[in-house]
């Protein structure tokens, strides 16, 4: 059936619809007007999916889930759907109209007068959203079964504040809920862009303490009248979300209550685990302050000072939303880059015609160094670090492989796959900053440590190039990467990432995936070394900005281990102690679940202590959830970090 879109003030079902209050990514809502016998009229908010979605069905199923659930939620923090319909082959929702604005709005409007909201108008509208988040997350379906709501989009457009203090939240339309099928794809970011929590922004699974995460950013922008996570670019701002960075929080909110910058910089935390645990605990949290400052909280001093701002319209709608500007589709393949680059070998004898992109792998793979020569569009040959183009590049840090590093290393060892794992996991539980090099033969890799974490690698490999990756697993084509590459010769302070997202080949959030995963990978690889020299640099930074792994440094040795240490390496590593008694290490200098072990794994190496490898080995395999697999491995990690000893391991 074809589906009909009206024009203004025509009629959809029952609503005449009038002004046009909002447009999102998958809907858009009007004011409308429904008319009854003997003069009757009530107005209502009516919402729709665009056009150019309608017959879209997964957006329709979407939209549907969205009406279902709020159908299911009757509370007074929370917009009712009061009707749902189809007319002509279009489905809708009507909605209870809030005669007021929006906290985006509000938030805009204070802020260009550069004021702040009143401690007891902020607390007020945080906690009556957390009353309605508390509801949603606690519903159950009329069997009693816990509908799992997560909100995922607690932002100031979809927090309503009506002329008579009512606060409201509304927009569950990215809901995630047992109650519905899933239906965001794998790693797909869903969310307002400043508006996520850590977990959110790498497409992991989240729960109900990442909208808590994103009710402390609106609590905490209402009281400073700034974005609590700025940034020029999307991935800016991406990244310090990620990494819960609350600088801006520290900056400007010494003026604060210090119980006050307490809750926020709980319920801002990084890990889930360390935030509040509900919406009830947090929203208590918030009436204890309030009762220290001697205040209710009420809309008693929300209303007065909302319409002394006189911000509220004379016809005021649901909310204001912009419609994000969709990805441009892929572009036709063309011939590979002509060469514009010519690099000359030290002998002066060969010349080797090169393209950008190729030139920028030689040089971050160590191919190249700022020393070799080249020359474009029949210049006289010049060392790339003297080309201003190409000097950022040639310059940094972190891609000097082959320089001498004996005058500064703090030792230099042999690499022993037997013992690897244990001198990684000794730096990570020491605290160590400074850059582990491995080198063997033309292969090298430098891992940079701050205080015991791995936060950038830089390899020879041209497999671990972010370009190579990105093209490889199909996020952008080669010639994305030429182009972008290009664009950071003309603009040498842009890295290769920002540059297509600029471009808009690639999202902020794959982006910020994307870098994840290749440190994550870059570190792991450094297991399938079988042979070289390690030197430990101390104090070395690499100058790289690039988010951390969302697992610690322990948990990446244990994946290293899981991904290339096979069985039989496994045994023969452990021969050693396969008579010998094996008892639990130190207590409280490991933490076992920042291993990042698998529940087999767990299960193993909490049965020690025991008489020996192989009584734990057939003890572990008499349950059928651990392999003798998953008990060498336990052993091996365990021994490696100090968290099993034994008098016949040598570390």
């Excluded at 801006?248 to 801002?268: H, I, M, P, Q, Y």
């Excluded at 590049?393 to 037997?418: K, Q, S």
């Excluded at 995936?513 to 994550?520: F, G, S, T, V």
């Excluded at 244990?558 to 008579?579: F, G, I, K």
Aim: aromatic content about 6%.
């Amino acid at each position: 059936m074809a589906v009909v879109y009206p024009a203004a003030k025509a009629v959809l079902g029952p609503y005449e619809l009038g002004e046009r209050l909002g447009t999102g990514g998958m809907a858009e809502v009007y004011v409308a007007r429904r008319a009854g016998p003997h003069g009757f009229a009530k107005r209502f908010a009516v919402k729709r999916i665009l056009p150019q979605l309608a017959r879209d069905s997964r957006f329709v199923a979407m939209f549907c889930d969205e009406a279902r659930i709020a159908a299911q939620l009757c509370h007074p923090n929370i917009v009712q759907v009061v009707d749902f319909g189809e007319f002509n082959g279009e489905v809708f929702m009507a909605m209870e109209h809030v005669d007021g604005l929006s906290l985006a709005k509000l938030l805009r409007s204070v802020a260009a007068r550069g004021e702040r909201f009143p401690l007891g108008a902020g607390l007020y509208i945080a906690h009556e959203v957390l009353r309605a988040l508390s509801f949603a997350h606690e519903a159950c379906d009329d069997r009693g079964r816990s509908l799992g709501i997560v909100h995922r989009d607690v932002s100031p457009g979809n927090i309503l504040i009506g002329r008579a203090g009512e606060v409201k939240l509304t927009d569950f339309g990215i809901v995630l809920s047992s109650f519905v099928d899933r239906r965001t794809y794998p790693g797909e970011l869903k969310g307002k862009l400043g508006y996520m929590s850590p977990e959110q922004v790498i497409g992991s699974d989240v729960d109900a303490r990442s909208d808590l995460f994103t009710v402390g950013i609106v609590l905490a922008e209402m009281l400073l009248a700034r974005p609590l996570f700025p940034g020029q670019t999307e991935i800016d701002v991406l990244t310090r979300i990620y990494e819960a960075d609350v600088r801006v929080l520290d900056k400007f909110g010494a003026e604060l209550r210090e119980d006050l910058r307490e809750v926020l910089r709980t319920v801002l935390a990084r890990e889930p685990r360390e935030r509040f645990q509900s919406a009830a605990e947090f929203a208590e949290r918030l009436r204890d302050i309030a009762r220290s400052a001697g205040m209710t909280l009420s809309d008693v001093e929300l209303v007065p000072w909302l319409h002394g701002l006189a911000v509220l319209p004379s016809s005021s709608g649901t909310r204001e939303i912009s419609v994000p500007a969709a990805l441009p589709r892929p572009r036709p393949k063309r011939p590979p880059e002509a060469a514009r680059w010519v690099a000359h070998t030290s002998g002066g004898g060969r010349s080797t015609p090169i393209a950008t992109r190729e030139l920028a792998a030689l040089l971050c793979t160590g191919r190249y160094t700022a020393e070799t020569l080249v020359t474009s569009s029949g210049t006289a040959k010049r060392a790339l670090g003297a080309i201003r183009e190409l000097a950022p590049l040639a310059a940094r840090g972190a891609y000097r492989f082959r320089e001498r590093v004996e005058e500064r290393a703090a030792w230099h060892r042999p690499l022993d796959r037997a013992r690897l794992p244990a001198l990684l996991f000794e730096l990570v539980q020491g605290g160590a900053t400074g850059m582990l090099v491995a080198r063997a033969g033309a292969r090298e890799k430098r891992v940079f440590f701050a205080s015991g974490q791995p936060c950038f690698v830089a390899s020879t490999q041209r497999a671990e190039l972010l370009g190579e990756r990105l093209v490889a697993a199909g996020s952008v084509q080669a010639v994305d990467v030429e182009d972008a590459l290009d664009a950071c010769v003309k603009e040498p302070t842009r890295r290769l990432g920002d540059a297509l997202v600029a471009a808009r080949r690639l999202k902020s959030s794959a982006l910020l995936r994307a870098l994840i995963k290749q440190l994550e990978a870059r570190f792991v690889e450094l297991g399938t070394w079988n042979q070289g020299e390690l030197w430990l640099v101390p104090n070395a930074t690499s100058d790289e900005e690039v988010p951390r792994a969302p697992v610690g440094g322990a948990a990446l040795i244990s994946r290293a281990v899981r991904e290339c240490y096979a069985a039989p390496e496994l045994e023969a590593h452990l021969a050693s102690v396969r008579d010998a008694p094996l008892l639990r290490g130190v207590a409280g200098l490991v933490d076992v679940l920042r291993l990042g072990l698998t529940s087999a794994e767990r299960a193993a190496i909490e049965m020690a202590p025991v008489g020996s490898l192989e009584v734990l080995c057939a003890r572990a395999q008499s349950t059928e959830s651990v392999s003798r697999e998953d008990a060498l491995r336990a052993v091996f990690v365990g021994l490696s970090c100090g968290l099993l000893v034994s008098p016949a391991w040598q570390t």
